[in-house]
């Protein structure tokens, strides 16, 4: 007969459990349900092997992140391990050949030991187990926010979020301080155009009766074109617009001057996104850029999520609800979700979109898995797989030939060794300059 244990992992550390008869257990497993709740017959199904608790808060963090493989049969000839988590038993199953289950019976004699772990341990109380898991469960969560320090790819979703909602809102914004100044001085929206410029001059010019030859310059500055500016000089001396008392104007200004605000810090934050997406994805940000990136990225969730799917997904990453349309009418399927908006997409031709949305895809899953998974990041990848997706389209247009991909792969690998060689031999210079000057006695 094969002797059966259960393993159970606490906060408070691991604990050994014998179960006696059960076969009958498992034929009879209503009983159980029912014998969990009582202490006197759960007693008579589970007895204490071992008991190893964590002699600290750091060890106890320390297994739950990586909980220990290692397990000691008490008991010689055959035996059966059964605990919670399938994938600890399977890894128990691997390194030790000891058989491992988390079916049948299982979960009801786990939720039993859960249920009196504090009885059944010497020494503990209910309390004591209440604090521990307390102290474990805030441990855990906050090892798991640090846990990203230098791949800041949450970062890089929350900026990218925001860059599209000021985009939205920049947009809302400026139709209506079109709509709202143009009672004044509609003329002004045909020579300006631009939403930016258009709430700058807005902001600049208040009344339009005020405008005078002098204003030439400042407009200029403004609009960096001085037609456009004596354009302007010349349409506010005959404006068709109604005349809006100062209270109106103070208003528009400062909505104006919210608008051209707003504008300013969603130039900072594509900056601020430029340089995230640089140290964090520098190989995916070189083959299609920092907010296609980024947009990638937010959608799979992290940078790591990303590295995980395969190119067949990133592929159509964007446009689910174009694809479960298709396959519930089983129409065409999407050819491409976020990659539309790659400048690859746009340059190729209509019958060519297609395949080489396929190929970005396959190139963008190659470069964020080397961001994601090296350790000394470099743009040479992303270089590489650029050049490769320009001439896969110089392909489709003129038939040439291009690399194969271990070509290429083998010239950015040489790239890179060369760069760290070269990088080394300037670390051992400095080191020998620093050796070499002797400090200098104040005498």
């Known amino acids: 007969m094969s002797k059966l244990y259960v393993l159970y992992e606490h906060s408070a550390g691991f604990a050994l459990f014998r179960v006696s008869e059960f076969e009958e257990l498992a034929a009879f497993l209503p009983q159980v349900e029912e014998s969990v709740t009582d202490l006197q017959k759960f007693n008579s199904v589970v007895t204490l092997v071992a008991f190893q608790p964590f002699k600290s808060a750091v060890l106890a963090l320390e297994n739950i992140n990586a909980v220990s493989e290692e397990f000691n049969a008490l008991d010689k000839g055959p035996l059966n391990l059964h605990l919670a988590d399938p994938k600890l038993g399977a890894a128990i199953s691997e390194a030790l050949e000891i058989p491992c289950s988390h079916t049948g019976a299982v979960p009801e004699v786990i939720r039993g030991i859960r249920h009196h772990f504090h ?8 309390k004591a187990c209440s604090v521990a898991q307390l102290g474990l469960g805030h441990s855990y969560s906050r ?72 204003s030439v310059e400042p407009l200029t500055e403004i609009l960096g074109d001085s037609e456009k500016a004596q354009a302007i000089i010349d349409a506010s001396k005959m404006s068709m617009g109604m005349d809006i008392s100062p209270v109106d104007l103070i208003n528009i200004q400062m909505f ?27 190989n995916l940000t070189t083959l299609v850029g920092d907010q296609v990136g980024a947009r990638l990225i937010s ?41 539309y908006h790659s400048s690859f997409i746009g340059r190729a031709g209509a019958k060519n979109k297609g395949r ?3 190929y970005l895809a396959n190139k963008c899953s190659i470069a964020s898995r080397i961001d994601c998974f090296s350790e000394n990041l470099s743009s040479v990848f992303g270089e590489k797989l650029r050049q490769q997706v320009e001439d896969r389209l110089k392909f489709y247009e003129t038939g040439d030939i291009p690399m194969k991909n ?38």
């Open 119 to 126: 009885s059944l341990i010497k020494g503990l109380t209910a």
């Open 143 to 214: 090892a798991r926010v640090k846990f990203n320090v230098h791949r800041v790819d949450n970062m890089i979703i929350q900026s990218i979020a925001l860059l599209d909602q000021l985009d939205k809102d920049v947009n809302t914004f400026s139709m209506r301080i079109r709509e709202w100044y143009s009672y004044h001085f509609p003329e002004l929206v045909s020579i300006v155009p631009e939403n930016y410029l258009y709430s700058k001059c807005a902001e600049f010019i208040k009344d339009r009766k005020t405008l005078t030859d002098e």
């Open 256 to 282: 104006a001057s919210r608008v051209v605000a707003l504008s300013n810090y969603r130039k900072q934050i594509a900056e601020y996104l430029h340089t995230k997406m640089a140290s964090v994805a520098p």
């Open 299 to 339: 959608k799979a969730g992290s940078l790591t999520s990303l590295a995980k799917y395969p190119a067949s997904t990133l592929q159509i990453l964007g446009a689910e609800k174009a694809l479960f349309r298709a396959l519930k009418t089983r129409s065409a399927t999407p050819k491409y979700g976020l990659l």
């Open 356 to 358: 080489i949305s396929r």
């Open 406 to 443: 271990i070509d290429v792969m083998k010239q950015a690998i040489e790239e890179i060794t060369q760069q760290e060689d070269a990088s080394a031999k300037k670390k051992k210079k400095k080191k020998k300059k620093e050796q070499n000057e002797v400090p200098m006695d104040e005498d």
